[in-house]
């Protein structure tokens, strides 16, 4: 399952996956939440905390996760992915080299840390 993070700063979106994670996840939360934000600010500031094992990630939302990096592949400026697996955290530092915008792992006891820098002007 994925929710929205409340009272985050208004610039970004932010999420958690907990339990099972669906492609339904990611058309009914995740989807509808970055279109608001790219149509507010022109950009694509994202917070994804993993809170869940990638094994319960669906085939489907791996899908939608990848689409939605395609999507809006030119309006990416920050993302932070939080988790305790620091390969997950390895792979996100990696996206620098691939992908426009600006990546970065957390561990979890760095979540607020994340948040600043996401949502950093």
Same mark, same amino acid.
């Given at each position: 399952m994925i929710t929205p993070i409340p009272n985050i700063p208004g610039n970004m979106v932010g999420f958690i996956a907990t339990d099972e994670v669906s492609k339904e996840d990611f058309e009914k939360v995740v989807m509808p939440a970055v279109d608001r934000i790219v149509e507010k600010t022109g950009e694509l500031n994202y917070l994804l905390v993993i809170d869940t094992s990638l094994k319960n990630f669906t085939a489907g939302a791996w899908w939608q996760d990848a689409l939605l990096g395609i999507k809006k592949i030119m309006k990416w400026r920050r993302a932070a992915i939080v988790s305790d697996s620091s390969g997950i955290i390895?792979?996100?530092?990696?996206?620098?080299?691939?992908?426009?915008?600006?990546? /970065?792992?957390? /561990?979890?006891?760095?979540?607020?840390?994340?948040?600043?820098?996401?949502?950093?002007?």
């Open positions: 390895t792979f996100t530092n990696f996206f620098n080299v691939v992908v426009p915008g600006e990546f /970065k792992g957390f /561990k979890p006891e760095a979540l607020d840390q994340a948040i600043q820098w996401v949502s950093a002007e």
